[in-house]
């Protein structure tokens, strides 16, 4: 596609509950990064890849967090034992090269994240 | 800790009016600075980016750089009613030259 692909965009599940969160960059794309926002709130940075690569995954909030990447394309963003304050919207970028000045980060539409 | 500062808002101008909205960085070594509009319930989408001291104009929207100061600022002319929206300032480059360090954005409301 053209864009940034995540899905699902919505997803309810009940508290302690694993949830899997997808996202497909923009094709040519190398690195791809995962964004969390409470609502009202702004952006908090949870990791990033550059090829299948996370050098840092110091911003991942808790070791329930895990976030992989297969063939330098999809990632997936998984959370275990889900709690209530994992509520949010997670949101998926991707740019041309990572570290590279002047190349912008374009966003997914985000998955939507519901505990009960 | 790379700091990337907004006033919050709401940040209300009359329809027709220039908005200005204005991002301070911590990071001197910092090279690339973008704006962002974000809808609610939206996600992000890139306005402009802009690397050198100076303006950079795109149709309604210049985005004004001023690394001695360590300032950004963006501003709309004509704003319209679809122009409210969070604006936010991200800045990569210096030390954390991987990833954006963003401001928590501004929001505006452009009043008919």
């Known amino acids: 596609g053209a864009g940034v692909s995540q899905s699902p965009s919505n997803k309810v599940t009940e508290k302690g509950k694993d949830v899997e969160l997808r996202c497909d960059p923009i094709?040519?794309?190398?690195?791809l990064y995962w964004y969390r926002q409470s609502l009202g709130q702004g952006l908090e940075f949870l990791i990033y890849f550059q090829g299948n690569s996370a050098p840092d995954k110091s911003g991942l909030p808790s070791d329930r967090f895990s976030a992989e990447r297969t063939g330098g394309s999809v990632s997936t963003l998984t959370i275990q034992r889900t709690q209530q304050e994992d509520s949010a919207v997670y949101l998926c970028?991707?740019?041309?090269?990572?570290?590279?000045?002047?190349?912008?980060?374009?966003f997914g539409d985000g998955t939507r994240l519901s505990i009960l | 800790q790379k700091e990337v500062e907004q006033n919050s808002g709401p940040l209300s101008v009359p329809e027709g009016a220039i908005a200005s909205l204005n991002c301070t960085y911590s990071d001197r070594g910092s090279q690339s600075f973008f704006w962002y509009r974000q809808y609610s319930g939206k996600s992000p989408e890139l306005i402009m980016f802009i690397y050198s001291n100076g303006d950079k104009e795109d149709g309604r929207f210049t985005a004004q750089l001023n690394k001695a100061s360590q300032y950004v600022s963006l501003l709309i002319r004509d704003s319209q009613p679809s122009d409210s929206a969070t604006y936010l300032c991200a800045v990569q480059g210096g030390d954390s030259n991987y990833q954006l360090i963003w401001g928590a954005g501004t929001k505006l409301i452009i009043k008919p």
């Open positions: 970028a991707s740019s041309l090269a990572l570290g590279a000045s002047n190349q912008p980060q374009h």
């Open positions: 094709s040519g794309h190398t690195a």
